[in-house]
């Protein structure tokens, strides 16, 4: 069994504040605040991603909470290619009283079916790791490979 899978990471900040939020929720369980605080602890620890199976060619939107994955497998409409592209992500980040925008590289993996429709399969900061798994989709699914990292598109 063959299983492609990719969990959106929890940022830093967010992780500090959900244990805080959830260890005073711990400590005043006893009322309806902790109970808030608990609930909003276990809030700031979920994250989402998506699981691809390829020897069942089927695939599942995943929801990730302490270490558990929950998600309804689907099997693969039929794919057309497996496109591979740049793009940038904008985070806000909070110190204090002064903000900024942090604007990071990633490598994102689609792969697309009914002309415009897509999947989004995988994200990472390293191309080589990309196209590796494009290739392993790719070849599992006996389609095309469509190279968008830079403003000369190729097919592979």
């Known amino acids: 069994m063959t299983i492609i899978s990719y969990k959106r990471p929890i940022p830093k900040l967010k992780f500090i504040y959900g244990i805080g939020l959830f260890f005073i ?19 700031f620890f979920y994250t989402d991603g998506i699981e ?52 990071t590289t990633v490598v994102k993996i689609n792969l697309f079916y009914n002309t415009n429709q897509k999947i989004e399969a995988y994200e990472t900061d390293n191309t080589d790791t990309a196209f590796d798994i494009a290739n392993q989709i790719a070849t599992a699914l006996q389609i095309d490979v469509l190279d968008a990292t830079s403003r000369d598109t190729k097919w592979l």
């Open 25 to 43: 929720g711990i400590l005043s369980i006893d009322t309806y605040f902790g109970v808030l605080f608990l609930g909003a602890g276990v809030f």
């Open 52 to 103: 691809i199976d390829l020897t069942t060619k089927k695939y599942r939107n995943t929801i990730n909470l302490f270490g558990f994955t929950f998600g309804k497998w689907k099997d693969f409409p039929e794919i057309e290619y497996v496109s591979v592209f740049k793009t940038t992500q904008t985070t806000r980040v909070w110190v204090s009283t002064a903000s900024t925008n942090v604007t």
